[in-house]
T-cell receptor
Framework: DQQVKQNSPSLSVQEGRISILNCDYT??????FLWYKKYPAEGPTFLIS?????DKNEDGRFTVFLNKSAKHLSLHIVPSQPGDSAVYFC?????????????FGKGTKLSVKP | EAGVAQSPRYKIIEKRQSVAFWCNPI?????LYWYQQILGQGPKLLIQ????????DSQLPKDRFSAERLKGVDSTLKIQPAKLEDSAVYLC???????????FGSGTRLTVV
């Protein structure tokens, strides 16, 4: 049974607009969440993270929102750029912060059109 | 700093053959991970090392998979004998306390025919 779910396999957005990628989880013991970005033929690259004690974390164009009651998090990219086109993975950990066993979703492929 | 190095990049073998993958983590990173990513899925942890000790290998199919990290630096992951369902990308990653997230290597794409 999937503990981390990314229900949208793909998302297409116009350059300059906002991209919103969603992630749901089922394990209430998860206390740290991360987003990774992956280009073809490369390994995933860490993008941004959030602890369960927060509901928002911002880093430049990237903002992650966490709604613990709904077991839902989202990644907002504003403004979206063509270079943001990649597969985005949501990941969660239980007790290990960003160092422990990460449970990954299946990913969402983002396409940003010029 | 140099990234996580993995080799080979690609490997094609027949079922029941054996294969080995190599990983060199970022210098000074004590924690090393091997993940398996099957096409269309997210990465799944196979084994986690802290220096040369195993922290978590609960999802490693130990009847056919083995891994070692001698001297707490390089690591090898071996599959013997391989099955068709082992076709995947094998990702190595390393991490260090105080640094957010792992650093992944580019992976080894294994095809078992």
């Amino acid at each position: 049974d999937q503990q981390v779910k990314q229900n949208s396999p793909s998302l297409s957005v116009q350059e300059g607009r906002i991209s919103i990628l969603n992630c749901d989880y089922t394990n209430s013991m998860f206390d740290y969440f991360l987003w990774y970005k992956k280009y073809p033929a490369e390994g995933p690259t860490f993008l941004i993270s959030i602890s369960s004690i927060k509901d928002k974390n911002e880093d430049g164009r990237f903002t992650v929102f966490l709604n613990k009651s709904a077991k839902h998090l989202s990644l907002h990219i504003v403004p979206s750029q063509p270079g943001d086109s990649a597969v985005y993975f949501c990941a969660a950990s239980e007790g290990g912060g960003s160092q422990g066993n990460l449970i990954f979703g299946k990913g969402t492929k983002l396409s940003v059109k010029p | 700093e140099a990234g996580v190095a993995q080799s080979p990049r690609y490997k094609i073998i027949e079922k029941r053959q054996s294969v080995a993958f190599w990983c060199n983590p970022i210098s000074g990173h004590a924690t090393l991970y091997w993940y398996q990513q099957i096409l269309g899925q997210g990465p799944k942890l196979l084994i986690q090392f802290q220096n040369n000790g195993v922290v978590d290998d609960s999802q490693l199919p130990k009847d056919r998979f083995s891994a070692e990290r001698l001297k707490g630096v390089d690591s090898t992951l071996k599959i013997q004998p391989a099955k068709l369902e082992d076709s995947a990308v094998y990702l190595c990653a390393s991490s260090s306390p105080g640094i957010l997230g792992y650093t992944f290597g580019s992976g080894t794409r294994l095809t078992v025919v």
